[in-house]
């Protein structure tokens, strides 16, 4: 795949170079290990952040999805096997080892699978409860083709939050992401997730700079919140190569800063916003924590599993 064209970005998507003790130890455990990072086969720009600060995403069911839309640079293809049946148990010994304060599993899309792999996300999720269970557990899935009973598979093994991303605003939703995608689609797999645990969190997110409209964002997190959505991300859309849709706009710090006041004023009660945020982006940070464990000092008397 060829590199993306040459775009000037502007000073304050300047990424720092990962490094330090802490980012070292555990690339070398996630090497040594075996596993797959969303961190690293996405290009995220906050991977030292995250990781320095005990925080990882692990990819689940190999590193070919089966879908290809237009903004991520995970491999697409069939995926030559099937799951490893093993990656479970594996997964959760290696995870016990990592020292994480908080782990978000994400997956590539199985559509080749008739669970959409839901089965063997929740296998994973269950492995590494009983391994570390005070690990603070977030799930970021896909949408499963719109089954209703590979989300409940995936809800009733209790992840602290589910997530999934709508990853744009509806009418870009066609010429950004897969054709097996859809906006609405993605709006109700949150939407059952919300009515089968009611007082877990659900998250999602959103890319700016692909030409949507100041409107459509707005409409986008009312949708999101007619949903029961409690937690949200807003980041700037980078394009991986030049397969991938192109940057539209550099969307600045101050607007960033301006829509995380709206999801604020809309309800939400976690808003991550800024440009170099993405869905995971420091999804362990304190606040968050408190939302999930009310019990926490400063935490909320609501909330948490059900």
């Known amino acids: 795949?060829?590199?993306?064209?040459?775009?000037r970005k502007p000073s304050w998507l300047k990424i720092?170079?990962?490094g330090g003790p802490d980012y070292n130890r555990l690339k070398h455990l996630l090497r040594r290990s075996g596993l797959h990072t969303v961190c690293e086969e996405a290009?995220?720009?906050n991977v030292h952040e995250c990781w320095a600060g005990g925080t990882a995403t692990i990819m689940l069911?190999?590193?070919v999805c089966t879908?290809?839309?237009r903004?991520?640079?995970?491999?697409?293809?069939?995926?030559?096997?099937p799951p490893d049946p093993l990656e479970p148990a594996h997964t959760a010994e290696a995870v016990a080892s990592l020292g994480l304060e908080y782990l978000v599993i994400t997956m590539v899309n199985r559509d080749d699978l008739p669970d959409g792999a839901a089965g063997h996300v929740a296998a994973t999720i269950r492995a590494i409860r009983a391994a570390t269970p005070a690990l603070l557990l977030e799930t970021l899935v896909s949408d499963f083709m719109g089954r209703r009973e590979s989300v409940d598979v995936v809800v009733a093994a209790a992840p602290d939050v589910f997530a999934h991303n709508i990853e744009v605003v509806e009418r870009l939703t066609p010429r950004v992401r897969d054709h097996r995608a859809s906006y609405r689609q993605s709006l109700q797999v949150l939407e059952w997730a919300k009515s089968a645990a009611p007082?877990?969190?659900?998250?999602?997110?959103i890319m700016l700079g692909l030409g949507e409209t100041e409107d459509e964002v707005l409409q986008s997190m009312r949708d999101l919140r007619s949903v029961g959505v409690n937690a949200l991300t807003l980041g700037q859309y980078l394009q991986p190569s030049s397969w991938h849709a192109p940057v539209e706009q550099f969307v600045t710090p101050e607007k960033f800063d301006?829509?995380?006041?709206?999801?604020?004023?809309l309800g939400f009660d976690y808003v991550a916003s800024g440009p170099l945020v993405r869905s995971s982006y420091r999804a362990g940070e304190y606040f968050l924590k408190r939302l999930i464990r009310p019990g926490l000092p400063g935490g909320r008397s609501g909330g948490g599993e059900v």
């Open 43 to 45: 290009q995220c720009p």
């Open 258 to 265: 301006e829509w995380r006041r709206v999801g604020e004023n």
């Open 61 to 63: 069911g190999g590193d």
């Open 67 to 69: 879908r290809g839309c």
């Open 16 to 18: 720092r170079p990962a």
């Open 199 to 205: 007082g877990r969190l659900t998250k999602s997110s």
């Open 1 to 7: 795949m060829s590199c993306a064209p040459a775009v």
């Open 71 to 81: 903004f991520c640079a995970v491999k697409t293809g069939v995926p030559a096997t």
